[in-house]
Each structure stands twice: as C-alpha cells, then as structure tokens.
Nanobody, 120 residues
C-alpha cells in the first residue's frame, strides 16, 4: 500500500502564493507520473498539473505561467508552487501518483486533499 499525505493548503489573499507538498510512503518500488487535481464545490475533479518521472510537465491552461509543479524522486514527493492566486483557484487540491509496489502491482493512489481558499 501507498499513502499520500498533502500539506500546505490554507487561506490566502488574491495575488498571493502557496506551496503544496505531497509525500508518498509505503513499499514503493517505483514512482511514475505524479500530479495535482482540484475539485471545487459541485464540480468534478480536474487535473491541474502533472509531471512524469523524468520531469516532463503538463498544466491545465488556466494555471499556465502561475503554477509550477516539481518533484523529488528520492523522496517520492511532488510539489505545486502556486503564484498569483485567484479566487477561482479555490478548491480542494488532491495529490495523485502512479506507483509500482511489490504487493499491489502498479496503480494510482490519491491523497486526502487539502483546502485552498483564495479570498480577501
């Protein structure tokens, strides 16, 4: 089993910044792609940004130029630096990762989510 623990959410004013962190633990053989999703009230969970093991990134259009995803393969961790935050960025942010484990093969895992609220 793999556990993903997120941190770094909170309340920030428009134009401010937050940095989300997500650390994976468990009997991980290999960490593949990792990413961040978000879900606002009444909305579906949508991809915000993703990063492959080799560092290739992908962003949804609305965050390009403002958010930066990065990872540390040695720590099985992924980060999301969020700058110039807007009220429409408010949502619960979920960490996602695809991991290979000895016991469960290769599959996706989710964190518990962290709330980001952008408001004055």
């Amino acid at each position: 089993q793999v556990q993903l623990v997120e941190s770094g959410g909170g309340l920030v004013q428009p134009g401010g910044s937050l940095r989300l962190s997500c650390a994976a633990s468990g009997t991980i053989f290999r960490a593949n792609a990792m990413g961040w999703y978000r879900q606002g009230p009444g909305n579906q969970r949508d991809l915000v940004a993703a990063i492959t093991r080799s560092g290739v990134t992908n962003y949804t259009d609305s965050v390009k130029g403002r958010f930066t995803i990065s990872r540390d393969n040695a720590k099985n961790s992924v980060y999301l630096q969020m700058n110039s935050l807007k009220p429409e960025d408010s949502a619960v942010y979920y960490c996602n990762g695809n991991f290979a484990t000895w016991s469960s093969g290769t599959r996706d895992y989710w964190g518990q989510g962290t709330q980001v609220t952008v408001s004055s």
